[in-house]
């Protein structure tokens, strides 16, 4: 159901997500404010799948923190507690220290948002940029849309 922007590969996670009458505003459409926490729960639900755990187990048992230093969305159509958002979720782009992902957010066959979250790899110790571990790096290379999978 995508509409612009990079082409969702075959790879893609599809992470779905109960919206409830608590997320929502006096609209009663989903608070926007929790847009971003969707869509950062999909990411962690992709390093979940690929890894066997997300951001807590990465930081703790492989010190390795990925700290986001961009967030964009691009709003199409409202979330509401009707129907399940399933969030596609896939890494977009890899730099020496740094990936990107993006994230749609679908409900009912329409694109309701699609954003771009950009994290940098960090020592938790230190809080310095790192380059991913060589297993991080070839992991994600995998799943990246120009890698053949799409």
């Not at 989903?30 to 729960?41: C, E, I, N, S």
């Not at 969030?87 to 990936?99: E, F, M, Q, R």
Request: with cysteine.
């Amino acid at each position: 159901m995508q509409e612009t922007g990079t082409k969702r590969p075959q790879t893609a996670l599809l992470h779905e997500i109960r919206v409830t009458w608590g997320d929502c505003d006096p609209a009663q459409i989903v608070y926007t404010g929790r847009l971003p926490w969707f869509a950062l729960d999909a990411i962690n639900a992709w390093w979940e799948a690929h890894l066997g755990g997300g951001w807590y187990q990465m930081e703790l048992d492989r010190g390795l923190g990925t700290p986001f230093v961009h967030m964009s969305l691009d709003f199409r159509k409202p979330v509401t507690p009707r129907h399940r958002l399933i969030c596609p979720v896939w890494p977009d782009a890899l730099g020496t220290s740094s990936i990107t992902f993006r994230v749609d957010g679908e409900q009912d066959g329409a694109l309701c948002f699609s954003g771009r979250f950009v994290c940098v790899f960090v020592d938790p110790s230190s809080f310095g940029k790192r380059p991913p571990p060589g297993d991080v790096r070839a992991l994600v290379q995998r799943h990246l849309p120009q890698a053949g999978a799409v």
